[in-house]
T-cell receptor
Framework: ELKVEQNPLFLSMQEGKNYTIYCNYS?????LYWYRQDPGKSLESLFV?????AVKQEGRLMASLDTKARLSTLHITAAVHDLSATYFC????????????FGTGTRLQVTL | EPEVTQTPSHQVTQMGQEVILRCVPI?????FYWYRQILGQKVEFLVS????????KSEIFDDQFSVERPDGSNFTLKIRSTKLEDSAMYFC???????????FGPGTRLTVL
């Protein structure tokens, strides 16, 4: 059974600081996704990582994928309060209607 | 921009009652999914649906659950006899034939009293 773990579960950081969220998964994966969720809201797609060594950046967020280590990272640069949310990674193993297996989530709180 | 829609946004029901949650996937998508998220927890896969049949279901998706695509646009999740532990946010998602990304709806918050 595929297991997806994130750490930390909760992260409080000051504005302007850098930090990394880690996503580990237990079996070979075909694709990895990062989502953002605001309280009471749906899942907003941030990144799709398709292959080993993939790196994607959008604003202050950068995601990378190491399939050999079964590890993805989400790096936050110079955090701002608007980034406060819960971040989930999700792993997909391709099949007919491939499901997503989500990580435990990391609740990020950026303080002034 | 096309989007997945869900109704209702919030449903309150008594334990033992049947509920139907509705989703309208993006119009040219062929793969459909239901996920749920208990408050404060991770998102869990329930079921996937393709070509008018279930492709895969999780252990959560027991005999109390069913899905249907009654017409060309709606995709429904029925819970036959709700339990307290069914209280959660339920998300519908859809995916196109050519693409790989699943697009999520806004969710239905189900509260079972």
């Amino acid at each position: 059974e595929l297991k997806v773990e994130q750490n930390p579960l909760f992260l409080s950081m000051q504005e302007g600081k850098n930090y990394t969220i880690y996503c580990n998964y237990s079996t070979t994966s075909d694709r990895l996704y990062w989502y953002r969720q605001d309280p009471g809201k749906s899942l907003e797609s941030l990144f799709v990582l398709l292959s080993n060594g993939a790196v994607k950046q959008e604003g202050r967020l950068m995601a990378s994928l190491d399939t050999k280590a079964r590890l993805s990272t989400l790096h936050i640069t110079a955090a701002v309060h608007d980034l406060s949310a819960t971040y989930f990674c999700a792993v997909e193993i391709i099949g007919t209607a491939s499901k997503l297996t989500f990580g435990t989530g990391t609740r990020l709180q950026v303080t002034l | 921009e096309p989007e997945v829609t869900q109704t209702p946004s919030h449903q309150v029901t008594q334990m033992g009652q049947e509920v139907i949650l509705r989703c309208v996937p993006i119009s040219n998508h062929l793969y459909f999914y239901w996920y749920r998220q208990i408050l404060g927890q991770k998102v869990e896969f329930l079921v996937s649906f393709y070509n008018n049949e279930i492709s895969e279901k999780s252990e959560i998706f027991d005999d109390q659950f069913s899905v249907e695509r009654p017409d060309g646009s709606n995709f429904t999740l029925k819970i036959r006899s709700t339990k307290l532990e069914d209280s959660a946010m339920y998300f519908c998602a859809s995916k196109g034939l050519a693409g790989y990304e699943q697009f999520f709806g806004p969710g239905t918050r189900l509260t079972v009293l």
